[in-house]
């Protein structure tokens, strides 16, 4: 069965430095998106994006974030300049059409840890 | 704003026991509502849907909207339903976000 991967499942980095995180989305899903969670707290939205541009973005997702889809099949989310709050376990979704109703299929997570 | 409260951080019950895992949301419209699950060490995974009305290994849910709740029940629980289970709303109107409660962590003792 097809499944959302993410690499790496771990990473360490420095304050101020920037990090990418990747994502293979189901193969033949055209919705994309983030979540994020901050040890012992909800799990919450950052994007979505949809025909190679972002359809929603939450109050979190501010100018040191990005996405992308360089190459038709990975998705990334960059943060250009890490802070020690960026600490989180990172979520990579997909599903093939949009709306309410659809089933969100969630990626393994990054565990990303800002020293 | 929408929000989901699940009140019970951690909810522990007996094998052959009823559970109910608690949801509240509030929201101005008209929700769609699902629980998603967490075993351990695998990803989060889509447990039932309200509008599918569905059975899931056992596992019903029945949106009450005078209430505002969405809570989670299972006659007989099983020691393989333990795992995090989070509550979770969307909208014809924010789009496909997914806002998600806090999650219950269930403990199903043998």
């Known amino acids: 069965e097809p499944e959302v991967t993410q690499t790496p499942s771990h990473q360490v980095t420095q304050m101020g430095q920037e990090v990418i995180l990747r994502c293979v989305p189901i193969?033949?899903?055209?919705?994309f998106y983030w979540y994020r969670q901050i040890l012992g707290q909800k799990v919450e939205f950052l994007v979505s994006?949809?025909?190679?541009?972002?359809?929603?973005k939450s109050e979190i997702f501010d100018d040191q974030f990005s996405v992308e889809r360089p190459d038709g099949s990975n998705f990334t989310l960059k943060i250009r300049s890490t802070k020690l709050e960026d600490s989180a376990m990172y979520f990579c979704a997909s599903t093939f059409s949009g709306g309410p109703y659809n089933e969100q299929f969630f990626g393994p997570g990054t565990r990303l840890t800002v020293l | 704003a929408q929000r989901v409260t699940q009140p019970e951080k951690l909810l522990s019950v007996f094998k052959g026991a009823p559970v109910e895992l608690k949801c509240n949301y509030s929201?101005?419209?008209?929700?769609?509502l699902f629980w998603y699950v967490q075993y351990s060490r695998q990803r989060l995974q889509l447990l039932l849907r309200?509008?599918s009305r569905e059975s899931i290994k056992g596992f019903t849910a029945d949106l009450n909207k005078g209430e505002t709740s969405f809570h989670l029940k299972k006659p007989f629980a099983q020691e393989e339903d333990s795992a995090m289970y989070y509550c979770a709303l969307t909208s014809q109107t924010s789009g496909s976000r997914l806002t998600f409660g806090e999650g219950t962590q269930l403990t199903v003792n043998p």
């Open positions: 193969s033949n899903h055209l919705y």
């Open positions: 929201y101005s419209g008209s929700p769609e």
């Open positions: 994006f949809y025909n190679n541009e972002i359809s929603e």
């Open positions: 309200h509008i």
